[in-house]
Nanobody, 126 residues
Framework: QVQLQESGGGSVESGGSLTLSCVIS????????LGWFRQAPGKEREGIAA????????NYAASVKGRFTISLDNAKKTLYLQMNSLKPEDTAMYYC???????????????????WGQGTQVTVSS
């Protein structure tokens, strides 16, 4: 059974930093795309960062590029999202996800992902 468990969310002031972690179990982390998504109230879930487990290529949404960094520790089966220079508009529930089947790219599209965590809340105050 595949399980993804996020942690590290919380409340921070604008300009602050947080690091999210996602422990992955029951899943073979090869030839996959692993990603971070977020969903704010009243908005659709959006992919913000992804990493290809095969070659480490990354992909970022324009809204977070240059501020957020995704990384993967294969040995620990843990996905990370380092978030710097946080803004109030970054406030959302953050989810980690893994693709179902082999994917040889870092993908930001929801439809590629079949395994999801429960989410962790990030709140940024101005």
């Amino acid at each position: 059974q595949v399980q993804l468990q996020e942690s590290g969310g919380g409340s921070v002031e604008s300009g602050g930093s947080l690091t999210l972690s996602c422990v992955i179990s029951g899943y073979t982390v090869t030839a996959a795309s692993l990603g971070w998504f977020r969903q704010a109230p009243g908005k659709e879930r959006e992919g913000i960062a992804a990493i290809s487990s095969g070659d480490g290529r990354t992909n970022y949404a324009a809204s977070v590029k240059g501020r957020f960094t995704i990384s993967l520790d294969n040995a620990k089966k843990t996905l990370y999202l380092q978030m710097n220079s946080l803004k109030p508009e970054d406030t959302a529930m953050y989810y980690c996800a893994a693709t179902r089947g082999r994917v040889y790219a870092a993908v930001l599209l929801n439809d590629y992902y079949g395994h999801w965590g429960q989410g962790t809340q990030v709140t940024v105050s101005s």
